[in-house]
Nanobody, 124 residues
Framework: QVQLVESGGGSVQARGSLRLSCAAS????????MGWFRQAPGQEREFVAA????????YYGNFVKGRFTICRDNAKNTVYLQMNSLKPEDTAVYYC?????????????????WGKGTLVTVSS
């Protein structure tokens, strides 16, 4: 069992930056592959980024196009999402998720644990 708590959301103007954090409880954080997903009002949940247990492999949604970076600090039980060059279409609730699957997954249905989300609002 792991609990995830996101932070770092807020309001920013277009072309600005935010860094989201996701703090995990428990002693086995390094055994989970981690991911970030987002959901805008009236839209389906969308994959943003994922990172392997060691942090050596990362994956991104097609829309990211080099603007976001996912990383993790296993000593601090925390995964981060650095978001640069934000656009109004990035406005959404961003969720952190943990997977017990052996390989990194970009599928929300394969995530075992979810945080409650943090709202990111980007104004033009």
């Amino acid at each position: 069992q792991v609990q995830l708590v996101e932070s770092g959301g807020g309001s920013v103007q277009a072309r600005g930056s935010l860094r989201l954090s996701c703090a995990a409880s428990g002693r086995t954080f390094s055994s989970y592959a981690m991911g970030w997903f987002r959901q805008a009002p009236g839209q389906e949940r969308e994959f943003v980024a994922a990172i392997s247990r060691s942090g050596g492999s990362t994956y991104y949604g097609n829309f990211v196009k080099g603007r976001f970076t996912i990383c993790r600090d296993n000593a601090k039980n925390t995964v981060y999402l650095q978001m640069n060059s934000l656009k109004p279409e990035d406005t959404a609730v961003y969720y952190c998720a943990a997977s017990t699957a052996p390989a990194v997954t970009m599928s929300g249905s394969r995530m075992s644990y979810w945080g409650k989300g943090t709202l990111v609002t980007v104004s033009s």
